[in-house]
């Protein structure tokens, strides 16, 4: 036979063995030829013939004015328990889609309604481009089956392509055209061969170009580019075009703009390398830069460089308007910007842009909601932390914002980040005044709250042990939740406010977490020492609280967070022996505050509470399924230090301990602004007396002026209370999929930097496409840094969650929050069982600041 007749039959092949039996519709009969050759003949009565159709057998019938006459006739061959291959062949026939006669075998099988020049088209762009197919199947030619078959052969009337000789690694006409309008190399060949006719041919049938006549290779590659470019630019706008695109050619037809867009697409995604060169002289070309066209009318394709930095300054403008929900459509529009992907910094400033608008937004939000409420101070704390009003969003947004403004290399615009910062201190501030007011007005005590004494004896004794117990001094209830939602899904999860004793400074909070501090709790000045007691145990610091809890709990351990991470599985398991309660302290987060050291704690806060998470499933591992996460108070922590108008003098009189944020002692005139309460009114044996700002200023005293904790603010009292229950040992390093990561730098030397993650095939679970993961950094056994910006795939910024896919790769920016790790390791890890799908086999130098 010949091309034609056996691509047709291929095609037929395949939907006879997918369904069986095949009801064709040829209503112009084109296709009676091609039966005629299947059958060797004409057909001869109404007998389904034997035919072999692309190596299939099956019966053939035909339809000859009835089709009463072919049901009964295909009937005995499709009605027995294992149908027969049948081909219903139905010349000069259009379906009847009400009440057709051959319903019931159309639904057993398949139906066919194919158009006899498509098929040729088809046929014909494997061996011809674009172009040259047009004018051989131009619609005046009126061709039959058989002049299509003749063009179809090797010696037809018209030549096979030239240029798929010349472009032979080509799969399709955008490729080819791809790779011409990028690379010069080829033409040469093109000329040598007279291929130059052919490819204007393409470029007119493709994309609807008519280029000018008799132009070089050079200026038609110049005009061909300068038409796909501006063409979808201009496309894309929501305004008139500037003028400097005139003389550009409009696409003549949807069809050629729809071709338009997807060449120029393809450029991006295929040529990438070569495509910022080629966009940039088009941009240049066409003075792009100097026009005056408004940023809001920008569409949603970047085809220039000079649209994505018109944006980034729009979105600027919009956040000083307060426009903040137009600036998230705007980031979210452009995550996959190509010329963000070239620029780990620029995309690095379109994070920070977005994490400005999430916090203006949840600011603005906030405090509408703080200048409505109401006096009852229960209700204060349910609005903090419970939905829908959920305040505590206001401060995890203003520590994201401020863990990655810590890591630029190059700063944000100080205009904006002032805003969003005065914008959040100004709604803490009101929130701080009118909390106290209300708390005040309800004697110092919140109805039907967790309070801190009552977490051991609530939450922690009546855990099934052996029972993790996680303090974790200076974590926000908002930290608290973050934490939840990195923690296995499998695990059975509770998170709930707890209330801190106030003052709400380390010594109290961790006494307060005691057991027995429920039945027996004050503050106290003993000696020329601040501190809690318990019954009769003073407890003043760190030691003390050690021993008293050793006392209290015999078959108890008692690990640092770093210790715990540090040791090897067997280590772990000897050090927990036979403990009922693993105390597991964290210090990090209060110690760098605490020390000055701003810039580096807003970097150290994230990996704190990945930290904890990775303990949490260290320890369930080693046969701890039970863990209580709580804190001894929360913070206030804002971007520089408080304002001197936002300082206060000390009260004077006998001073027994001073902080930023309280004074304890005796005597003394309470400063405006401040608001005073007897130990008795907080509900203890003490004669002493506290006096904290009113709003969240602070007294001038030793300690850090931007980070502070002592006071009764709900960042400062309200704790997080979290519970976890893990099946114990049950999180094996078993991997379930395979990761790749590729561009990785020799050296670390910006704290932003990116590497690509891809999925190994054959590695997913039947019936999915990819798999969740998360990546991190990691030096000496401690999490460094983590995933701050993602482009190509999903990914669920609480849970720190990356959805890869099976078929294509992920740029990931990581965020290294700790400056002093000299080297470090990127770690992929499963989610759901802590299980290690990747880790550089190397150590990467950190060399920050050399290039």
């Known amino acids: 036979m010949h091309p034609l007749h056996d691509y047709i039959a291929k095609l037929l092949a395949d939907k006879l063995n997918n369904r069986k039996i095949v009801v064709w519709y040829d209503q112009r009969s084109e296709f009676t030829p091609f039966i005629n050759e299947v059958r060797n003949g004409p057909r001869i009565d109404a007998e389904l013939a034997p035919v072999s159709v692309g190596g299939v057998d099956a019966r053939l019938a035909e339809y000859d004015g009835s089709m009463f006459e072919v049901r009964a006739a295909a009937e005995p061959y499709v009605s027995g328990d294992t149908p027969g291959v049948v081909v219903i062949y139905l010349p000069g026939c259009a379906r009847d889609a009400r009440s057709s006669v051959l319903m019931e075998l159309e639904e057993a099988g398949t139906r066919w309604n194919p158009g006899l020049v498509q098929l040729a088209r088809n046929l014909l762009l494997k061996t011809h481009t674009l172009g040259v197919v047009d004018q051989m199947l131009a619609a005046d030619r009126k061709l039959t089956y058989t002049d299509l078959a003749r063009m179809a052969e090797s010696d037809g009337p018209e030549p096979p392509s030239i240029l798929k000789t010349i472009f032979h690694d080509a799969r399709d006409s955008d490729a080819m055209l791809g790779s011409w309008l990028t690379d010069e190399s080829h033409d040469a060949a093109i000329s040598a061969k007279a291929a130059t006719p052919e490819l204007v041919a393409l470029i007119n049938a493709k994309l609807g170009l008519d280029p000018p006549g008799n132009a070089t290779l050079s200026k038609l590659r110049a005009v061909t580019a300068r038409y796909v470019l501006a063409s979808e630019f201009r496309l894309d706008l929501a305004c008139p075009p500037p003028a400097s695109l005139e003389g550009v050619p409009t696409p003549p037809s949807a069809e050629s703009a729809s071709a338009v867009r997807a060449l120029a697409t393809r450029l991006r995604v295929d040529f990438s390398a070569a495509y910022p060169a080629l966009a940039d002289q088009v941009e240049n070309d066409l003075r792009l830069r100097e026009t005056e066209i ?20 729009y979105c600027a403008d919009l956040i000083v308007a307060a426009q903040y929900d137009e600036v998230l459509a705007i980031v979210t529009q452009r995550e996959h910007c190509f010329w963000l992907k070239l620029d780990v910094g620029r995309r690095a400033q379109w994070e920070a842009v977005r994490r400005m608008a999430e916090l203006g937004r949840e600011a603005l939000r906030v405090r509408a909601e703080v200048g409505r409420a109401n006096g009852n101070v229960r209700t204060w704390l349910m609005r903090y932390t419970d939905a829908p009003s959920e305040w505590y969003r206001l401060d995890q947004a203003q520590r994201q914002l401020e863990a990655w403004v810590a890591t630029l290399d190059d700063d944000p615009d100080e205009r904006l980040l002032g805003l969003v910062r005065r914008a959040y201190e100004d709604t803490c501030h009101l929130m701080a005044a009118k909390f106290v007011d209300a708390l005040s007005s309800s004697h110092w005590a919140i109805p039907d709250a967790l309070h801190q004494t009552h977490v051991y004896g609530e939450v922690v004794a009546e855990q099934p042990k052996p029972v993790a117990y996680f303090l974790v001094d200076a974590m926000r209830y908002e930290m608290g939740v973050e934490l939840a939602s990195r923690l296995p899904e499998s695990s059975e999860l509770s998170v709930r406010p707890g209330v801190a004793a106030l003052p709400s400074i380390t010594p109290v909070g961790m006494a307060a977490l005691q057991p027995g501090a429920s039945a027996s709790f004050s503050v106290v000045e003993e000696g020329d020492r601040f501190g809690a007691r318990i019954n009769s145990t003073f407890l003043p610091d760190l030691t003390a609280r050690q021993r008293y809890l050793r006392a209290r709990i015999p078959k108890s351990a008692d690990l640092s967070l770093a210790e715990l991470l540090s ?92 902080h930023r944020r309280c004074w304890i002692g005796h005597g003394g005139a309470t400063p405006p602004g401040c608001v005073r309460v007897t130990g008795s009114a907080l509900g203890y044996d003490s004669d002493l007396e506290l006096v904290f700002p009113a709003g969240a200023g602070v007294f001038r005293a030793g300690g850090d002026l931007a980070f502070h904790h002592g006071g009764p603010t709900l960042q400062e009292m309200v704790i997080p209370v979290v519970t976890i229950r893990t099946a114990a ?109 990747f880790r550089s086999r190397d150590k990467i130098p950190v060399r920050l600041g050399v290039r």
């Open 294 to 313: 408004p940023a809001s009318a920008l569409g949603s394709t970047d085809t220039f460089r000079f649209e994505e930095r018109e944006l980034l300054r």
């Open 729 to 837: 040992g049950t999180l094996k390093p078993d991997a379930t999929a395979s990761v790749t990561v590729t561009d990785v730098p020799e050296v670390i030397t910006n704290r932003i930097f990116t590497v690509t993650l891809s999925l190994g095939s054959g590695q997913m679970m039947l019936g999915t496409t990819g798999t969740a993961v998360r990546a991190m950094l990691i030096s000496n056994g401690n999490q460094v840094g983590m995933v701050g910006m993602v482009a190509g795939a999903e990914f669920d910024r609480a849970t720190e969650r990356i959805q890869l896919e099976s078929d294509s790769a992920t740029t990931v920016g990581f965020q290294l929050s700790d400056d002093t790790a000299d080297s470090l390791q990127i770690v992929v890890l499963d989610p759901e069982t802590d299980a290690e799908l």
């Open 567 to 658: 040791l090897a599985p067997s280590k772990l398991t000897k050090k927990l022996d036979d403990a009922q309660v693993v105390v597991v302290r964290s210090q990090e987060i209060d110690k760098v505050g605490e020390a000055g050291f701003t810039f580096h704690a807003r970097q150290v806060m994230d990996t704190v509470i990945d930290n904890i998470a990775r303990a949490i499933r260290k320890l369930a591992a080693a046969g701890v399924g039970h863990a209580v996460v709580t804190a001894d108070h929360g913070h206030l922590f804002f971007a520089s230090d408080r304002d001197e108008s936002m300082r206060t003098d000390p009260p004077g009189g006998r001073t027994v301990d001073l």
